[in-house]
C-alpha cells in the first residue's frame, strides 16, 4: 500500500515554456501533499507544502507565481513550472501524507527529472 | 530550531566492511519520528525505517541495524557486511507536527560507495 506516482518521469522543455508534473496518490487518501526538488548532490529541498482544496503554502525563496501547484482532489496534485528556464533544471519529487489521523510519514514519488533547454 | 545533521558527507569501504552511518537531530517537540531512506542511482528514494520518539528499541532488518538514543539525540544506521549494492546516499529526516504540517527536515546525506 501507500503508493505515490508520478508523471512523467522525466521531460525535455525549451526555455520559455512551461511544464506540468502529476503527482498521484494511488491507494490512499492524500490530504497533504510536498513539492520537494532535488539538484545534483544536495538533499532535497521542501518547495511547497498542498492541502486539498486550498492553497499551497510555499517555503521562503520560493517563487509562487513560478511553480505553480494545484491540489484539486485527495489524490492529485500538478506542479507546473511556468516559462522555465535552464537553472529550473532539476529533479522534482512529489510526497504525500495519509490523511488518516495523525500520520507523521510521508510517502515519496519516483520523481520528474527536469531538463531545459 | 528543528535541524538534522549528518556529518559524513562521503564514506567509502571495502565489500564486507560494516559501516555506520551517523544522524543527529536537534528538535523541541517531545513527540516526532525519525526517518532513513535511501537514494540509489535512479533517483526513488527507498524507505528503510521510521522509529517514532517513544521507542528506543533498537531495530535488526538483516544486515541493517539502526541505533536510536534520545540522551545524545541520535539515530544512527549500520549496515553490516556491506555489498556493492548498498551504494547510495543516505538520507535521515525527522517529521515533527509542526504546525499541523508534519513536514520532514532533511540531512543532507551521506554518500556510500562499496568497493568490490
Known amino acids: 500500500g501507500a503508493v505515490v506516482s508520478q508523471h512523467p518521469s522525466w521531460v525535455i522543455c525549451k526555455s520559455g515554456t512551461s511544464v506540468k508534473i502529476e503527482c498521484r496518490s494511488l491507494d490512499f487518501q492524500a490530504t497533504t501533499m510536498f513539492w520537494y526538488r532535488q539538484f545534483p548532490k544536495q538533499s532535497l529541498m521542501l518547495m511547497a507544502t498542498s492541502n486539498e482544496g486550498s492553497k499551497a503554502t510555499y517555503e521562503q525563496g520560493v517563487e509562487k507565481d513560478k511553480f505553480l501547484i494545484n491540489h484539486a482532489s485527495l489524490t492529485l496534485s500538478t506542479l507546473t513550472v511556468t516559462s522555465a528556464h535552464p537553472e529550473d533544471s532539476s529533479f522534482y519529487i512529489c510526497?504525500?501524507?495519509?490523511?488518516?489521523?495523525?500520520?507523521?510519514?510521508?510517502?515519496f514519488g519516483p520523481g520528474t527529472r527536469l531538463t531545459v533547454t | 530550531a528543528q535541524k538534522v545533521t549528518q556529518a559524513q558527507t562521503e564514506i567509502s569501504v571495502v565489500e564486507k566492511e560494516d559501516v555506520t552511518l551517523d544522524c543527529v537531530y536537534e528538535t523541541r517537540d517531545t513527540t516526532y519520528y525519525l526517518f532513513w531512506y535511501k537514494q540509489p542511482p535512479s533517483g526513488e528514494l527507498v524507505f528503510l525505517i521510521r522509529?517514532?520518539?517513544?521507542?528506543?528499541q533498537n531495530e535488526i532488518s538483516g544486515r541493517y541495524s539502526w541505533n536510536f538514543q534520545k540522551s545524545t539525540s541520535s539515530f544512527n544506521f549500520t549496515i553490516t557486511a556491506s555489498q556493492v549494492v548498498d551504494s547510495a546516499v543516505y538520507f535521515c529526516?525527522?517529521?515533527?507536527?509542526?504546525?499541523?504540517?508534519?513536514?520532514?527536515?532533511f540531512g543532507t546525506g551521506t554518500r556510500l560507495k562499496v568497493l568490490a
Open positions: 510526497s504525500a501524507r495519509d490523511g488518516q489521523g495523525a500520520s507523521y510519514e510521508q510517502y
Open positions: 522509529r517514532n520518539s517513544f521507542d528506543e
Open positions: 529526516a525527522l517529521s515533527e507536527a509542526h504546525k499541523g504540517t508534519y513536514k520532514y527536515i
